[in-house]
């Protein structure tokens, strides 16, 4: 376990912020998806390839340390394992 990370888990992507969308204010920080990962600006023409698949970076996992599925309606301050953005 580190100091940084309660969980005992390594994030994969501790950091990686390009491609963040908007709206995301108030998600846990460590919710991922992988239009974080997208380096290069939205483009309005394209519609929004958002699949819906989340994971959580302490688990690497789709499920949270808690046990319970990450994603952006469940990743919220009354959640244990939360991180203020």
């Known amino acids: 376990m580190s100091a940084n990370d309660p969980y005992g888990a390594t994030p994969a992507a501790a950091g990686a912020t390009a491609g963040t969308t908007a709206g ?4 846990c920080r460590g919710l991922r998806w992988k239009g974080m990962f997208i380096d290069s600006p939205p483009d309005p023409t394209i519609p929004n390839p958002h699949d819906g698949l989340y994971w959580c970076r ?28």
């Open 24 to 27: 995301t204010a108030g998600r």
């Open 58 to 85: 302490h688990t690497l996992t789709c499920l949270g340390p808690d046990g319970e599925v990450a994603k952006p309606a469940s990743c919220t301050p009354g959640r244990r394992c939360y991180e203020a953005p």
